[in-house]
């Protein structure tokens, strides 16, 4: 799906593998619009109503409503992989790149003797993270040491 400037952003009906449907929210309008869920919105938290200290199933099924706050079905067993960085919050994902996810009950970081997610969410922690906004206490998601209310998180396929 891509945005033409006259479909709304909200809650539309995508195909990522060409077959199987989901429902995703869509953002039409941020940086000239086209950013899809799935693919595109991975996460997304604005009221702060859902919890995210979760297990590995729930991340791998998804949860959550794609009107409000919610995580989209199997990012969780993606590595991250970051490639070009544009926009003015630092890129403070690097740190993460190449990481696998983590969540209390699948320890993939890179701290031993330490499950970071268990202390601060589940993220693809490296030695814990300089950025995570699946906080565990649903109170704070940090991006470089900044707390932030919402967050959502979204990718999309350069064209």
């Given at each position: 799906?891509?945005?033409?400037?006259?479909?709304?952003?909200?809650?539309?009906?995508?195909?990522?593998?060409?077959?199987?449907?989901?429902?995703?929210?869509?953002?039409?309008?941020?940086?000239?619009?086209?950013?899809?869920?799935?693919?595109?919105?991975?996460?997304?938290?604005?009221?702060?109503?859902?919890?995210?200290?979760?297990?590995?199933?729930?991340y791998k099924e998804g949860f959550g409503d794609p009107q409000k706050e919610y995580w989209l079905d199997e990012n969780s067993k993606y590595k991250l992989t970051i490639g070009d960085y544009s926009g003015t919050a630092g890129n403070w994902m690097v740190h993460n790149n190449g990481r696998a996810f983590s969540t209390k009950d699948k320890d993939n970081d890179d701290y031993h003797s330490n499950n970071c997610a268990v202390t601060r969410g589940a993220w693809w922690h490296g030695t814990c993270s300089n950025s995570y906004l699946n906080g565990k206490d649903n109170i704070n998601y940090f991006w470089a040491g900044y707390k932030y209310n919402t967050t959502k998180m979204m990718i999309r396929k350069i064209l």
């Open positions: 799906m891509r945005g033409t400037g006259t479909t709304p952003s909200g809650v539309h009906i995508i195909y990522p593998d060409g077959i199987n449907w989901t429902k995703a929210y869509c953002d039409m309008s941020t940086d000239r619009g086209g950013w899809t869920v799935r693919i595109i919105v991975l996460q997304r938290r604005t009221d702060r109503t859902t919890s995210f200290d979760r297990d590995w199933i729930d």
